[in-house]
């Protein structure tokens, strides 16, 4: 049993990397919907929209800012508690640090090859302005676990696991985190913290569980 949280650069493949895993692990899967539906619980609807903000309440940082910190926090370490659990993007990695029973993975790939993917995904004729999206893109994650958390987005140093895209498929790089992540559940407990150990409010777990209820019905 374990955690398994995928960092990933816009254009990298990272969530199909991420969905990929946790099919295979048979890991449930939380992303920035699940999340903004328990956080919606909270009164804290527009979260989604404010994160995705090259300039949003970070660079403010007001009351109601630091709330919603808090509350992501709470939600993510609510969501790692339930176990077996994938969780995409919104700078998992930096709050599970440390937990000897989840793995941290980076998906990443060069600026071009991401800019490139993009334009043909999302039907972009000009490639400039699919570089600016990108470019955008990398700039609000960069900022959002920076200012937050206190770290540098893009520092290998903050992972178990990076995997270039560029390089790799994606079915080979779902089955290394896949391999890491069995490594970890077969590895002896050291005493260190483990996510089962984490405290979750009864009111907060049952949004959880109601969350990943709808997910699956979806």
């Known amino acids: ?90 700078g998992c990695f930096a709050l599970l640090r440390g937990f000897e029973d989840v793995v941290n993975a980076r998906i990443q790939a060069p600026f071009a090859e991401r800019a490139r993917r993009v334009a043909a995904r999302d039907g972009y004729e000009d490639a400039a302005k699919a570089e600016d999206y990108v470019r955008k893109a990398d700039k609000a994650r960069r900022s959002f676990v920076e200012q937050v958390y206190g770290l540098r987005w893009g520092d290998s140093e903050s992972f178990d696991l990076v995997v270039d895209t560029a390089k790799v498929d994606a079915e080979t790089a779902a089955s290394w985190l896949v391999e890491a992540v069995g490594l970890v559940e077969a590895r002896p407990s050291a005493g260190g913290r483990r996510v089962s150990r984490i405290e979750v409010d009864p009111t907060l777990a049952e949004a959880v569980e109601e969350a990943f209820a709808k997910a699956e019905e979806a």
């Open 1 to 90: 049993m374990a955690v398994l949280t995928v960092s990933r650069e816009l254009g990298s493949g990272g969530r199909t990397v991420a969905r990929k895993a946790a099919e295979i692990l048979g890991y449930r899967f939380a992303d920035k919907k699940l999340l903004g539906e328990i956080l919606g619980e909270y009164g804290l609807v527009e979260f989604p929209k404010e994160y995705e903000e090259s300039r949003g309440f970070w660079d403010y940082f007001d009351t109601r800012g630091e709330a919603m910190v808090e509350m992501l926090n709470r939600a993510i370490l609510a969501v790692a508690a339930t176990d077996e659990v994938v969780i995409l993007g919104r």
